[in-house]
């Protein structure tokens, strides 16, 4: 049986690529809309061979539909989440809307997959931030080798993740250096070409920003409400892909070849490790890609039993699209559907 699918947001960067990865993983769907706002109403995307029009979502029967995938941003989705899931069709969030709610699973299949049965409270289930769910799928299956006790973690965080207007100003402001045009800020706080800015999101109270207490907070509902994590969350002139550099403390010593091993089996993970110049892997490699890379992983010396690495993956694709499609996949193969209905 094939499935009926929404994609809301389909005109914007996750949207097309939502519609994109559906078409790749050969999603069972009979039918797949592209939902977007009324001034987008008639625009025209891609999904496989076909070009899908785009339908306004206020004039939009959810009745029938299976899954609504939501990439609108936070505050449609707290006005017509709950509106959808009330019509018996399974939304999953890709804003951070849901994801502090305890009613919500927060899901990165790799890692808490069974927890995605609690979606039936609301109908919702919450895509973690695209930082987070990269992270996680790497910490995860450290997590099962040897407890984790803290996490230190810097971002280099793509321009992307804020939008086609942000990779808009990084081009613009490329192009305008070379010729001199000035390069006036619009997007970002300060000039992102040639630059990097140490503030994602608000600022909070203690002075985090409120992208370094997602992941925090994120880490903690997915994998464990122990680990401690402190983030340093960074815009760097980067269309696509983050990166993180991560210092991992466990309970016991764990190797650097302990660590290799696990991650080299671990799932959505591929290791490219290799000690010398270009062994391992950069934003522009992992563009378009499903996996999350792991390199230079190492014994940090300087705490006992620690380990650094570097993490590298398109957030575009797992760290928003991708992870949504494989939470439907998941309710799909575990015939949770019932659930919902």
């Not at 880490?219 to 991560?246: M, N, Q, Y």
Request: glycine content about 6%; hydrophobic content about 40%; overall charge negative.
């Amino acid at each position: 049986m094939g499935y009926r699918v929404a994609v809301i947001g389909a005109t914007g960067n996750v949207g097309r690529e939502m519609l994109n990865i559906l078409a790749e993983r050969e999603f069972p769907a009979d039918e797949v809309f592209a939902i977007a706002s009324r001034r987008s109403m008639g625009v025209e995307v891609s999904f496989g061979d076909q070009r899908l029009k785009c339908r306004d979502l206020e004039n939009f029967d959810f009745r029938g539909v299976d899954f609504a995938l939501m990439s609108a941003g936070s505050a449609v989705s707290k006005e017509w989440s709950p509106r959808i899931g009330a019509q018996g069709c399974v939304v999953i969030d890709n804003s951070s809307c849901w994801r502090y709610d305890p009613d919500v699973p927060l899901i990165v299949p790799e890692v808490n997959a069974d927890a995605v049965a609690g979606f039936t409270k609301k109908n919702i289930i919450a895509n973690p931030n695209c930082s987070t769910a990269q992270l996680v799928v790497v910490l995860k299956p450290l997590h099962d080798l040897a407890k984790i006790k803290r996490v230190v973690v810097a971002t280099y965080q793509s321009v992307s993740g804020a939008g086609k207007e942000a990779m808009d100003e990084l081009w613009d402001q490329t192009k305008g250096i070379f010729v001199t045009d000035p390069t006036e800020p619009k997007v970002f706080t300060k000039q992102i070409a040639f630059n990097v800015i140490p503030h994602i999101d608000v600022f909070m109270e203690d002075g985090s920003t409120k992208e370094e207490w997602k992941m925090m907070v994120e880490t903690k509902k997915i994998l464990d409400p122990k680990i401690k994590l402190t983030a340093t969350c960074v815009r760097v002139p980067v269309f696509v892909g983050h990166s993180e550099a991560v210092n991992v403390e466990f309970e016991r010593p764990v190797t650097a070849e302990e660590a290799r091993a696990t991650l080299r089996e671990a799932p959505g993970v591929l290791v490219v490790d290799k000690r010398e110049p270009g062994g391992y892997v950069t934003p522009v490699e992992c563009v378009g890609d499903y996996a999350t890379y792991v390199s230079r992983i190492r014994e940090d010396q300087t705490i006992d039993n620690g380990l650094s690495f570097w993490v590298v993956s398109d957030n575009l694709r797992k760290g928003a699209a991708l992870n949504t499609v494989q939470i439907a996949e998941v309710i799909i193969n575990r015939n949770l559907l019932k659930s919902a209905a």
